[in-house]
């Protein structure tokens, strides 16, 4: 399962109020650790003694600390111009995989957008930006998948693999002579298609198209009818 495992790896999950890094079994971000993600998130970047100062910690416990968040991918150095004479200060600052540790509204902003184009425009206009959203990723992913004589296994594969960086988390099952199971354990999207389910069926018409002609695709799973994932099943007709 490598487009499962890509997923995982480097994923940063909230359970319990604690934050742990990597999906693979690391320990949990303490809360010295958030002190201090915090703090620089607030500065936008700081020194090793900054933070040591104004946490009421050694140099040597901090630094032991963004050691580890820097193994994890979530703050990194940078070498900034010092103000007057002596050399440039090392400076730490968070990384983009960091940004998900802090609150996010984008699934909000995207249901109450797509309501109000409901209201301005009517079902028809909102369908026709639906199918123009389609229709860019079709395109995008004719960029990425392979076309025949490529097999349908690998065309499938690498649906998945783009799947997944999108954050799908997929996987392909192989059922039999060239039939697959495309799963996608997670939807990134799921509050915004339960607001408008039209999303779930451009997303079935991109899989056909973005496969190629003589291929057919249904779903069989259904997150939104209360499954635990979104399965297809995909062979050739």
Known sequence: MPALRQFVKGNICKIDNFLY?????????????????????????????????????????????????????????????????????????????????????????????????????????????????????????????????????VRVEALANQRTAEGYMAEVVAEGDESYLLTEHHCPICDAAKTCMGLCTAELDVFRRALGSGVHVERVKHLLTGDSCCTYRIHQE
């Open 21 to 153: 890094c990597g999906g693979m079994g690391e320990k949990p971000v303490t809360q010295a650790k958030q002190r201090l993600l915090e703090r620089i998130k607030r500065a936008g970047s700081a020194t090793t003694s900054e933070l040591a100062r104004e946490q009421g910690l050694t140099n040597v416990a901090v630094r032991q600390h963004l050691r580890a968040l820097e193994a994890n991918g979530l703050v990194e150095q940078k070498t900034l111009a010092a103000g007057g004479r002596g050399r440039p200060a090392m400076h730490w600052s968070l990384t983009a995989l960091a940004s998900s540790l802090f609150p996010d509204r984008h699934a909000e902003l995207a249901v109450g957008l797509i309501r109000a184009l409901g209201n301005a425009v009517g079902e028809e206009g909102l369908q026709r930006v639906i199918d123009e959203r389609a229709t860019e990723q079709v395109s995008a992913y004719a960029q990425l998948i392979p076309s025949p004589p490529a097999s349908l296994r």
